[in-house]
């Protein structure tokens, strides 16, 4: 049986998050994954209150999301909102479009920030990674791909591999997960819908109810370094139909 966590983002929609955590815990998950907007303006005390919710139904967070403007910023601030949730491993999560370089140089410049910026979690023992989207697998003029330039300039960083995202950015999952085996550490499960379907929840499927070949896929991933798998869905319309559905279908892998 796999620990399978629950990418809060998938609940964004659907507060108050007290009640996504008791629903979460009354579907069988043990472990969530955070994301910035949740924690990062948060005062101690309502840290702490966040951190009684999961403990109330038996939840751990090992994974978090930071935004590289805190990552760099506030590193003493990320290191005691790690601490107070438990949290082992961060994930750097997205570059917004005006900042994503143009070139080769830029991107491998980008690595290299984010091996600095990792330094003081990395010397606090916890693991330090990059998230990816699509952008990072369309190729450069000169033929270069983002995402291996990234791992040239941060040869510390470790990888929480989107799947779905990989797959969308039009490369081939399983030769990026071959590439990269010692590098992945987490891995986010989500699923796409066939070509027009489920429109309303922007393409994205319920784990095992799209296209991807997840089976295939937890055997290639069988080799990395991955110890975290998240089921996570940009947009559902229905988190818990989402969260239980997925958590079934990953556990049958």
Not at 75 to 83: G, N, Q, T
Not at 134 to 162: C, M, T
Not at 210 to 228: C, E, M, N, P
Request: hydrophobic share 40%; proline share 6%; glycine share 10%.
């Amino acid at each position: 049986m796999k620990d399978v966590s629950f990418q809060l983002y998938s609940a964004r929609n659907f507060p108050p998050f007290a009640d996504v955590l008791k629903a979460l815990g009354e579907a069988g998950y043990s472990q969530v994954e955070g994301y910035g907007a949740l924690y990062a303006a948060l005062s101690d005390a309502e840290i702490a209150s966040f951190k009684s919710g999961l403990d109330d139904n038996g939840l751990a967070m090992p994974t978090a999301h930071f935004g590289l403007d805190m990552l760099e910023s506030d590193p003493a601030r990320v290191l005691e909102i790690a601490k107070a949730l438990g949290i082992q491993a961060i994930y750097c999560p997205y570059l917004l479009p005006e900042h994503r370089p143009t070139d080769a140089a830029g991107w491998r410049a980008f690595g290299e920030r984010l091996q600095k910026a990792g330094k003081p979690y990395r010397e606090a023992g916890l693991i330090f990674g990059w998230h990816n989207h699509d952008f990072e697998f369309a190729a450069l003029p000169d033929g270069s791909i983002p995402q291996d330039l990234i791992f040239a300039g941060g040869p510390d960083l470790s990888w929480e591999a989107d799947i779905a995202w990989i797959i969308r950015g039009g490369a081939d999952p399983i030769a990026w997960i071959k590439k990269y085996a010692d590098r992945i550490t987490a891995v986010h499960v989500k699923d796409i819908a066939p070509s027009g379907e489920k429109k309303d929840e922007d393409g994205w499927a319920d784990v095992g109810e799209g296209t991807v070949d997840w089976k295939g896929l937890f055997q290639a991933l069988s080799a990395t370094k991955a110890r975290y798998f998240i089921a996570e869905h940009d947009n559902p319309s229905d988190f818990q139909r989402f969260a239980k559905r997925s958590l079934a279908s990953i556990q049958s892998y």
